[in-house]
């Protein structure tokens, strides 16, 4: 079955530092969802990504698709306290609609 | 608004009791979807359902069932609750469409004395 690793686990930064997270799938991925997750909240979709090296922003957040469709990333630049949270990336294979979530990375800001 | 609520928001239940949570969205999703989550797991998939009368087993699904008798609810069943059933239990709906993104629930935190 799809295996899925995010890196890393824990990300402490300094406000105004950059913070990326990377997902990591062993079967190539039909797309990728992100969702961010506040403390004591619920997981709230950010956005999702198609194709081959897709590159899309959101103000300070970038997210990336490889050119393989197997991995992708979230880089925030310049993080601020409301950053905090836990970020999941979910993979799709082409073999279903069950959404599946990486363990996630949390993040914390310290001002 | 459309909305999905869980309820209850908070419940304690003794070890071999069983409790039901309940699921209800008002998006007339097709996919709705059980989660827990524990310190260092994430997200957990238990059961999901792809429709009325539909439901499959996630990756943890030992003693939890679902039923989906209509569009709006999908109740999680504890069968027979365990202290390794004590977790935050998450709720989730989304449309039948590939690549449609999943609307969650507030959550119900369970503890299992």
């Known amino acids: 079955g799809q295996q899925v690793m995010q890196i890393p686990q824990y990300q402490h930064v300094q406000e105004g530092e950059d913070f990326t997270t990377y997902c990591n799938s062993s079967t190539t991925l039909s797309n990728i969802q992100w969702y961010k997750q506040r403390p004591g909240g619920h997981p709230v979709f950010l956005i999702q990504?198609?194709?081959?090296?897709e590159v899309k922003k959101q103000k300070r957040l970038t997210f990336q698709f490889g050119e393989a469709k197997k991995n992708s990333s979230l880089h925030i630049t310049a993080t601020q306290t409301t950053d905090v949270g836990t970020y999941f990336c979910?993979?799709?294979?082409?073999?279903?609609?069950?959404?599946?979530f990486g363990p996630g990375t949390r993040l914390s800001v310290l001002p | 608004d459309a909305e999905i609520t869980q309820s209850p928001r908070h419940k304690i239940t003794e070890t071999g009791r069983q409790v039901t949570l309940a699921c209800h969205q008002t998006w007339n999703h097709n996919n709705m979807f059980w989660y827990r989550q524990d310190l260092g797991h994430g997200l957990r998939l238990i059961h999901y359902s792809y429709g009325v009368h539909d439901t499959n087993k996630g990756e943890v699904s030992d003693g939890y069932s679902v039923s989906r008798s209509n569009t709006e609810d999908l109740p999680l069943t504890l069968e027979s609750a365990a202290s390794s059933q004590t977790s935050v239990y998450f709720c989730?709906?989304?449309?039948?469409?590939?690549?449609?993104?999943?609307?969650f629930g507030q959550g119900t935190r369970l503890t299992v004395v």
């Open positions: 979910a993979p799709r294979d082409n073999y279903g609609q069950n959404f599946v």
């Open positions: 989730a709906s989304s449309r039948r469409q590939e690549g449609t993104e999943a609307f």
């Open positions: 990504l198609v194709k081959s090296g």
